[in-house]
């Protein structure tokens, strides 16, 4: 990309995890590239899910949206930051109004992966091994392909996770392969999980900017980082998501692909414990239009009776804390 002669100071808010971080400075590093004159400072910002992160209670049944957003979006508004580096999965269906989307950058990888004592798959892991996770969509498509594994809840950032399964509380744990990767972690992959065995979550992988609606120079500069076909299919995914009205502590899990200019999204709702999923594979040229209707075969399916059990659950694992 040609650089654009642009003088601005700007101020990045972001999450202090060292993922979060690394995330913001790519970004930085890539708007620098194409706009050589800006000067970006970066402010860390704590929300409620990183607290939260703290405590023993799954993040799945704390309940709400935004968790890890709440905090930076107010910043946003109040004008403290300029803008904002988010985990596209982290975002819920709708943002607050006098807030928009700056740009979606290229997506990473968006599979899940497995990180195992011995380096051993899920295939070859012994009955009765102990996965880690404290996300309800890998719980249930674990259970679905292996129901002789045992899942445990497991809180923390990546880290935490990995050194709690060093310790010898978990077997292995289960995380995104795209944070590895921008963590330069690889080796510690024991293996990437087909998207046939584990359908992503919705926007696993991708990165969303967030800028206040009115900047529209700020707007003009983050374009520049904008990628089409990912924006394509995380429109759709999220289309998917939007009609279940639910974040990522529900099991739903949608992916999208560009199939010869097409969008081809695949869905999934499951039961918590792995006993009955619904799937389905829905190709077309509107990435919304695939979205709904492919929740709407789902919740023909009986996929929304799953997720009212789920949300009721949730609910009561919220008022009773």
């Not at 992916?255 to 077309?284: C, N, W, Y």
């Amino acid at each position: 990309m040609n650089g654009v002669d642009i003088m601005r100071s700007l101020t990045v808010g972001t999450r202090g995890s060292e993922l979060a971080v690394t995330q913001t400075n790519w970004v930085i590093n890539q708007l620098k590239e194409v706009v050589p004159h800006l000067e970006i400072k970066t402010k860390v910002i704590v929300t409620k899910g990183d607290l939260m992160q703290k405590s023993n209670i799954p993040l799945s049944k704390i309940g709400g949206k935004g968790l890890f957003l709440k905090e930076i979006e107010r910043a946003l508004l109040d004008g403290e930051i300029d803008f904002a580096v988010h985990s596209m999965k982290d975002v819920p269906a709708e943002l607050p109004p006098g807030l928009k989307i700056g740009c979606i950058p290229i997506r990473e990888d968006a599979r899940d992966c497995l990180i195992s004592k011995g380096n051993q798959s899920l295939d070859s892991l012994p009955s009765g091994a102990v996965i880690g996770t404290s996300s309800l969509r890998r719980q249930a498509q674990i259970l679905a392909y292996r129901s002789d594994l045992i899942v445990e809840s497991i809180r923390g950032n990546i880290d935490t996770r990995i050194r709690k399964m060093n310790e010898g509380s978990f077997d292995a744990t289960v995380l995104a392969t795209a944070g590895l990767k921008r963590l330069g972690w690889t080796e510690k992959i024991s293996e990437r999980i087909s998207v046939d065995i584990m359908t992503p979550a919705i926007g696993q992988g991708a990165l969303m900017i967030e800028c206040r609606e009115q900047d529209d120079e700020l707007g003009q500069i983050l374009s520049l980082l904008h990628h089409a076909e990912t924006a394509k299919v995380i429109a759709a995914e999220r289309s998917f998501q939007q009609l279940f009205q639910g974040g990522c502590h529900l099991p739903i899990a949608a992916h999208g692909q560009v199939i010869e200019g097409r969008v081809r999204l695949t869905g999934m709702v499951a039961e918590p414990d792995g006993s009955k999923t619904f799937q389905g594979v829905i190709e077309g040229d509107d990435p919304v239009q695939v979205g709904r209707e492919l929740a709407v075969q789902l919740l023909d399916q009986g996929a929304g009776i799953v997720i009212d059990s789920v949300k009721e659950t949730i609910q009561k694992a919220v008022q009773n804390r």
